[in-house]
T-cell receptor, first 113, second 110 residues
Framework: DGGITQSPKYLFRKEGQNVTLSCEQNLNHDAMYWYRQDPGQGLRLIYYSQIVNDFQKGDIAEGYSVSREKKESFPLTVTSAQKNPTAFYLC????????????FGPGTRLTVT | DQQVKQNSPSLSVQEGRISILNCDYTNSMFDYFLWYKKYPAEGPTFLISISSIKDKNEDGRFTVFLNKSAKHLSLHIVPSQPGDSAVYFCAASRDDKIIFGKGTRLHILP
């Protein structure tokens, strides 16, 4: 079945450590996105990529980094520079020609202590 | 600067009645609007969308209305069912970016 996978579902890290969240899709979508959800904040855009080897900062990119070496994969690294990393992270992809309809993965809950 | 606003954090509706969720936006350049539904600890799922050239789109129990002059859209769910209890996000798009509202939590009461 086609879809978007994010792993793991729950992730725990100590403060000061970098951590990489996985996002894989087999939908053959060119565009991929990373959002962060905090209580009362809705979904905020971290990074997005329209094509392999290209990506743009979203509204809250500070403290994060991404790579897009393959069409299927768009990993997000939460660095130690991110001041409030504990959140629910959502990856999404977008098919061409469908307006801006996003397909979301199941999310990763990151807790940093 | 919040470009997409959902001013009601929560809404409670009796089962079988109509649920109306509201959304306001500030950027007149937005050309496509979407509603997503989200359950706890899951990714949002697409519900319904509307292009800026239309004022209404209907899909089963769900209807979205767009009032461009007022920069306002609303989602109507009728009749409301228990499975509709979730957080609903309004989203607006322009170019390659999609901006989400903060969401409205809908409670369907038995």
């Amino acid at each position: 079945d086609g879809g978007i996978t994010q792993s793991p579902k729950y992730l725990f890290r100590k403060e000061g450590q970098n951590v990489t969240l996985s996002c894989e899709q087999n939908l053959n979508h060119d565009a991929m996105y990373w959002y962060r959800q905090d209580p009362g904040q809705g979904l905020r855009l971290i990074y997005y990529s329209q094509i392999v080897n290209d990506f743009q900062k979203g509204d809250i990119a500070e403290g994060y980094s991404v790579s897009r070496e393959k069409k299927e994969s768009f990993p997000l690294t939460v660095t130690s520079a991110q001041k409030n990393p504990t959140a629910f992270y959502l990856c999404a992809s977008r098919p061409p020609g469908r307006g801006l309809l996003l397909y979301f993965g199941p999310g990763t809950r990151l807790t940093v202590t | 600067d919040q470009q997409v606003k959902q001013n009601s954090p929560s809404l409670s509706v009796q089962e079988g009645r109509i649920s109306i969720l509201n959304c306001d936006y500030t950027n007149s350049m937005f050309d496509y609007f979407l509603w997503y539904k989200k359950y706890p600890a899951e990714g949002p799922t697409f519900l319904i969308s509307i292009s800026s050239i239309k004022d209404k789109n209907e899909d089963g129990r769900f209807t979205v209305f767009l009032n461009k002059s007022a920069k306002h859209l609303s989602l109507h769910i009728v009749p409301s069912q228990p499975g509709d209890s979730a957080v609903y996000f309004c989203a607006a798009s322009r170019d390659d970016k999609i901006i989400f509202g903060k969401g409205t939590r809908l409670h369907i009461l038995p």
